[in-house]
């Protein structure tokens, strides 16, 4: 007779669906948020100085955004270099309910509602930091996060972002890293996504599905036969 534990050990547990945010669940990105805390320094001149230096890594930020999503996070994220971890989490409330939440599609919380009710882990995917997705989990009723993360030395961000980076093709490596340590069987498990460029997560799943979906991940499901449909459109 095997073992009941071996038995337990070797069963797959439920399947997951693995959600992007920005543009997927939310009409808008990392930038919201990182707007938001640039203009909330604590004096004018902090507020001048991270703008300043925001505005200097623009045209390598625009470049990056079209060609390298890891670089545009990278470079995005170390204007909060210099912020007390203490602080972030003190504006992150506010931040959610200014910056994120206004811009949450209408049938957003529907969607994630379906996928509960069918027994699936929520689990949102995101390059924006984890103090920010928190708050979404939250509002979505909880969910597992997979996120960027600053590096915080001594209470201070130091502008720097942990490894490994959330952004493009290493999406899909996270989710098979977290289907594996959670048992899950990713040809039963769900993906959401709205852009091109998340093509590699999608393709990881069993039944991968277009959300808002740009132009050429438009065409790309049609030739698929993914499922393809729209949260509404914010007024």
């Known amino acids: 007779m095997l073992d009941s534990r071996a038995q ?39 507020v001048a100085l991270r703008f300043g230096k925001t505005l200097a890594n623009a045209p390598r930020m625009a470049m990056a955004e079209l060609a390298d999503r890891r670089t545009f996070n990278e470079l995005l994220f170390s204007s909060y270099g210099g912020m007390s971890s203490d602080r972030l989490e003190l504006l992150a409330d506010d931040a959610f309910n200014t910056a994120m939440k ?21 689990v949102l995917i995101s390059g924006t930091l984890d103090f920010m997705l928190d708050r979404l989990a939250d509002y979505f009723g909880g969910a597992s996060i997979i996120c960027n993360r600053l590096e915080i030395k001594d209470g201070y961000a130091t502008g720097k972002l942990l490894k490994p980076v959330v952004a493009g093709p290493e999406k899909a490596r996270l989710i098979r890293e977290h289907a594996r340590i959670n ?20 393709s990881v799943v069993g039944h991968p599905a277009a959300v808002n ?14 499922p393809m449909f729209d949260l509404g459109v914010n007024t």
């Open 8 to 46: 337990l050990r070797d069963q797959k547990a439920l399947p997951a669906s693995y959600f992007d945010v920005d543009g997927t669940l939310i009409s808008s990105n990392v930038l919201h948020p990182a707007a938001y805390y640039l203009s909330h320094q604590q004096t004018p001149l902090q």
């Open 213 to 226: 979906p740009d132009r050429r991940l438009s065409l790309l499901a049609k030739a698929y036969s993914w």
């Open 102 to 122: 206004p811009y949450l599609y209408p049938k957003a919380k529907d969607l994630i509602k379906t996928s509960r009710a069918a027994g699936h882990e929520i």
């Open 183 to 202: 048992n899950h069987d990713l040809n039963d498990c769900f993906a959401f996504s709205d852009s091109y460029s998340d093509v590699p997560m999608l």
